[in-house]
């Protein structure tokens, strides 16, 4: 009786050993898989990265980065972005790099990129005559006014442009080209180089100005060497300003230097665009779209205005 007691007790000890092997082999399958396609995740999130380099591969690359952060906000808990989230520095979400409350003034306005339809802003006078939203007139102001009390003399030469401003600069200049041997097409390719097309001018958005000194009024590489520019490009970014088109920077923006045109992108993307020395269309890129599309950021630069997005205008020349 009491052998087979024994044996007995030793067959059910056998049969949950045996069991309790199985689970945990089954189980350590299931994590080696659960790693493997986490980490091929990885992989097509970076190569999707990789491939948004290209203007046209970035709107992609936006869709499926916007619908990523919903899931994040959304559904998906802790443990899939977690897995997503270490293996793609690009989706990471980095609130020192990007402050969504800032979005109105990240709207991208490029040859590539017209303004939304419709898009007005309230504007304030600021000096000169000239204008700039009124959301970032005193940020403009108190960066004019601490350049002044460090000794220099800046002077707003060009801030708000009206659609019609912009086609009588546009024209104006294709004009001189023209006067000067230039073909017509010719003229309006040069012209394009330093004045947008209208419908692709910051200064159309109430966000750019244009500044020169009270010396020298001149919107030229004349202000290269001014040490007001001097002052002004090391100090913009304290105040959310950026300088817009920097040397080096040509092949991207699509504009020239222009050591005179500044950008108010809010406080967070200044200063990291400043650290970093990157322009509006790299910051964008890199800490913007990863989570929210350029469309989105025009559908919210509307909706802060009160305005209804309907698409981008047209540009026309
Ligand atoms: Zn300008």
């Known amino acids: 009786m009491r052998h087979n007691r024994f044996d007995t007790i030793l067959k059910i000890v056998l049969v949950v050993g045996i069991v309790l092997i199985i689970i945990l082999g089954a189980y350590i399958l299931f994590q080696i898989h659960t790693e493997r396609s986490a980490a091929e995740n990885g992989a097509a999130e970076t190569a999707a990265a990789e491939n948004a380099g290209g203007k046209t591969g970035s709107d992609t690359f936006s869709e499926s980065a916007v619908k990523a952060e919903s899931e994040t906000t959304e559904?998906?808990?802790?443990?899939?972005?977690?897995?997503?989230?270490s293996s793609s520095a690009a989706a990471e979400p980095d609130?020192?790099?990007?402050?969504?409350?800032?979005?109105?003034?990240?709207?991208?306005?490029n040859s590539s990129h017209p303004y939304p339809n419709g898009y007005t802003v309230p504007v304030t006078t600021i000096e000169n005559g000239q204008s700039t939203d009124s959301r970032c007139a005193d940020q403009l102001q108190q960066m004019l006014a601490d350049c002044r009390a460090a000794g220099y003399d800046p002077l707003v030469v060009s801030g708000y442009r009206t659609h019609s401003q912009q086609i009588q600069d546009f024209e104006s200049m294709t004009a001189m080209y023209?006067?000067?041997?230039?073909?017509?097409?010719?003229?309006?390719?040069?012209?394009?180089?330093s004045v947008a097309i209208p419908g692709t001018?910051?200064?159309?958005?109430?966000?750019?100005?244009?500044?020169?000194?009270?010396?020298?009024?001149?919107?030229?590489?004349?202000?290269?060497?001014?040490?007001?520019?001097k002052w002004l490009h090391e100090n913009c970014w304290k105040y959310g300003y950026a300088l817009r088109y920097p040397e080096g920077k040509q092949d991207i923006t699509k504009i020239v230097y222009e050591s005179w045109h500044y950008r108010y992108v809010g406080m967070t993307a200044a200063k990291v665009m400043y650290d970093e020395n990157i322009c509006l269309e790299e910051y964008l890129q890199k800490y913007v779209e990863p989570f929210t599309s350029l469309e989105e950021l025009d559908r919210q630069a509307m909706e802060t205005l009160g305005l209804a997005y309907t698409g981008s205008a047209s540009a026309d020349s």
């Open 178 to 193: 023209m006067s000067g041997g230039y073909s017509e097409e010719e003229a309006k390719a040069k012209t394009a180089e």
């Open 75 to 85: 559904n998906i808990a802790a443990e899939g972005l977690t897995s997503a989230a």
């Open 201 to 229: 001018s910051e200064h159309e958005t109430a966000l750019s100005a244009d500044i020169g000194c009270e010396h020298n009024t001149a919107i030229d590489s004349s202000q290269d060497e001014e040490e007001t520019q």
């Open 95 to 109: 609130p020192s790099k990007y402050n969504t409350a800032d979005n109105w003034a990240l709207i991208l306005v």
